[in-house]
């Protein structure tokens, strides 16, 4: 484990915990990495979860979580609009259709549905270069798989040709506007 990493999750986290609402039935994590660690840190607010990642098998890690093999790049085993919140952190730099991604969280989510992302900024790019490939504080193959950095314009038109609601989103910088932070209703 590298030693920013934590710290940085923590920070999400947190960034997320302020936004959920208060009786969540089902949450999903796009990209919820190999041991689902967001959702177990959130498992006080919602009462079932699912994980997708390309990176786990499918099974069940707790009563409340199930983890599904999925390439977000492409559809996932959920009906329409039967998710009350979409979480994706960290997440979207790594997809190579990233508009899919937001489209496939749109499709999922309930109406009234809540999407809660971040996804580093352009300013982070230099950062995050030097942090991983000079100090190593942050794993360098995580960094290499960025398949791109985001502006805040650039969210809120995919989200629009997501169709949300962007009356009712939000969508800001965060950490020294080195990360986007995206609020998004259905």
């Not at 329409?80 to 960290?90: G, K, P, R, T, W």
Request: proline share 3%; glycine share 4%.
């Amino acid at each position: 484990m590298y030693i920013l990493e934590p710290i940085l999750r923590k920070l999400r986290i947190s960034r997320i915990t302020k936004n959920l609402p208060k009786k969540v039935e089902l949450l999903v994590d796009f990209g919820c990495g190999e041991e689902a660690g967001v959702l177990q840190d959130l498992a006080n607010y919602y009462q079932r979860a699912i994980g997708f990642d390309g990176r786990v098998s499918n099974r069940k890690i707790s009563e409340k979580i199930i983890l599904q093999q999925a390439n977000l790049n492409q559809r996932v085993n959920l009906e329409d609009n039967s998710v009350d919140v979409v979480i994706c952190l960290a997440v979207l730099e790594h997809v190579l259709k990233p508009q899919e991604l937001l489209n496939e969280a749109y499709r999922v989510l309930k109406p009234g549905g809540i999407l809660l992302l971040t996804t580093p900024s352009w300013v982070a790019k230099p950062i995050l270069e030097f942090l991983s490939y000079r100090l190593k504080i942050v794993d360098r193959r995580e960094i290499e798989d960025h398949q791109r950095y985001f502006w805040n314009k650039e969210l809120k038109e995919m989200l629009k040709i997501a169709h949300f609601d962007l009356s009712k989103a939000k969508v800001s910088y965060f950490q020294f506007a080195c990360n986007n932070f995206v609020f998004a209703k259905k």
